[in-house]
């Protein structure tokens, strides 16, 4: 794909649709707390006041910060403001680009599918806020963004070695960890089973002793801690030597 100086600057923003979902939820929580601030008479006048402003400064501080967060790709460099912190990436500091699944999407109903990411030299991953399946079409902005940046980036530009080393190891952290937790949540059933097992099967005392409560808490964090250990070990042998 050509792109040229009509390409930039581009910024991604939170959609109208999610400002007025935010809004929606921030009044909907923010009612069933000031109502019985407010009924409630050994309170004073004052501390009534103070916690409603309180509340309401913020909530509107909370959607303020929502509608000022973006992704801006511009001449020099990506940027990123969040709620509280700022980052910028320079063309020629970009490693990699990807879209990636979003995990957020196993637990939440409502949060987009696949993200966009990039990375530094310094291995970190820099996710870039809006530019995803709820937002954009997602191919299309990754294909422009990824065009700029092949054009930005300096002819002179090249690989970083000791970046890709750097990326394949937080990409084991971030594998190794996702297998961890879907693991400690499947172990929840058979440890349940195992700490009932006392309530069926005669079992000598120390182990009707041990299945409960000690089978809810070493089993789900031991499956946890071996499923990460074993994944993050199997996942560094791919990636490259310094």
Not at 8 to 15: A, F, G, Q, T
Not at 159 to 166: F, G, I, R
Request: proline share 8%; hydrophobic share 50%; aromatic share 8%.
């Amino acid at each position: 794909m050509d792109v040229g100086p009509e390409n930039v600057p581009r910024e991604y923003r939170i959609s109208r649709a999610q400002v007025r979902a935010l809004v929606t939820a921030s009044v909907g929580g923010a009612i069933p707390v000031l109502i019985p601030l407010w009924v409630l008479d050994d309170l004073p006048l004052l501390a009534r006041t103070v916690c409603s402003i309180l509340l309401v400064t913020l909530l509107t501080w909370l959607i303020w910060s929502a509608r000022r967060c973006a992704t801006t790709a511009d001449i020099k460099a990506l940027r990123v403001r969040g709620v509280l912190l700022r980052r910028n990436l320079a063309w020629e500091d970009v490693q990699e680009m990807r879209i990636e699944p979003n995990p957020g999407a196993l637990t939440q109903s409502n949060a987009p599918s696949v993200v966009v990411c990039a990375y530094g030299r310094d291995g970190r991953r820099l996710l870039l806020p809006y530019i995803d399946d709820h937002h954009v079409n997602v191919e299309r902005e990754f294909a422009t963004l990824q065009a700029i940046w092949f054009r930005l980036r300096g002819s002179d530009w090249a690989p970083d070695p000791a970046a890709a080393v750097l990326i394949g190891r937080s990409d084991a952290r971030q594998s190794a960890l996702g297998c961890g937790i879907g693991a400690m949540f499947l172990s929840i059933i058979p440890v349940t089973l195992i700490a009932l097992l006392p309530l069926f099967v005669d079992m000598p005392e120390i182990l009707s002793t041990l299945a409960w409560p000690w089978a809810f808490l070493i089993g789900p964090p031991a499956v946890f801690l071996l499923t990460m250990f074993t994944v993050y070990r199997r996942s560094l042998r791919r990636v490259p030597p310094r």
